[in-house]
């Protein structure tokens, strides 16, 4: 089966501090995906990026960046100078990809982050 | 515009009542699922349809019932509502069930049962 865990449950930071969010996953399959969503107070869920297995390289996107490392089955993304408007819930997700499959994504519990003026 | 649109966007309603929730898709898409958000829970599937006339079981699908007879159209029903369905509902599409295909989520809609 598998699992996606996102230990912290709230961050609060103070704007311009960098902060990164943690995912650990659990999986048999040996090609999946993972996912970040974004989730404003507004409630809808904002994708950020897909990240396919064979890829381990990290990747960055403005002032967001993404570390996968497959040994320790790690997904973490950093806000680097965190500003008010990325208070939000952080989800990370994982797919498998065979094709055959249910397509179903499996949700962390989520990251509530609070960034202060 | 390529979207997801659900409606209602937020409903209340009492135990018992049956309910609809409407999902439509604009982009042809094959695939289309419902998850429900819970605090603490993460997003958790409850039904999915690889295509027309195929729908199958997530992982909650207890109290809950789906319909794919058209390829834009995934309706989420509750034939008889209870409290423990109080929820934010998504529905979301891909093109096909492969997660290399993106998966657009739609707004939201929240849902009380009292």
């Known amino acids: 089966a598998q699992k996606v865990t996102q230990a912290q449950t709230e961050i609060s930071v103070v704007e311009k501090e960098d902060v990164t969010l943690d995912c650990v996953y659990e999986?048999?399959?040996?090609?999946?995906?993972l996912f970040w969503y974004k989730q404003p107070p507004s409630g809808e869920l904002v994708f950020l990026i897909r990240?396919?297995?064979?890829?381990?390289q990290n990747e960055i996107s403005g002032r967001y960046s993404w570390n996968f490392q497959k040994s320790t089955s790690s997904f973490n993304f950093t806000i680097t100078a965190s500003q008010v408007v990325d208070s939000a819930v952080y989800f990370c997700?994982?797919?498998?990809?065979?094709?055959?499959?249910?397509?179903?994504?499996?949700f962390g519990k989520g990251t509530m982050l609070l960034v202060s003026p | 515009e390529a979207q997801v649109t659900q409606n209602p966007r937020y409903l209340i309603t009492v135990t018992g009542k049956k309910l609809t929730v409407t999902c439509s898709q604009n982009?042809?898409?094959?695939?289309m699922s419902w998850y429900r958000q819970d605090p603490g829970l993460g997003l958790r599937q409850i039904y999915y349809s690889m295509n027309v006339e195929v729908t199958d079981k997530g992982d909650v699908p207890e109290g809950y019932k789906v319909s794919r007879k058209e390829k834009r159209n995934f309706p989420l029903i509750l034939e008889s509502p209870s409290p423990n369905q109080t929820s934010l509902y998504f529905c979301?599409?891909?093109?096909?069930?492969?997660?290399?295909?993106?998966?657009?989520f739609g707004p939201g809609t929240r849902l009380t049962v009292t």
């Open positions: 999986t048999r399959d040996t090609t999946y995906y």
């Open positions: 979301a599409s891909s093109l096909s069930r492969g997660s290399s295909y993106e998966q657009y």
């Open positions: 982009m042809n898409h094959e695939y």
């Open positions: 990240r396919n297995s064979f890829d381990e």
């Open positions: 997700a994982l797919s498998e990809a065979r094709a055959s499959g249910r397509g179903t994504l499996t």
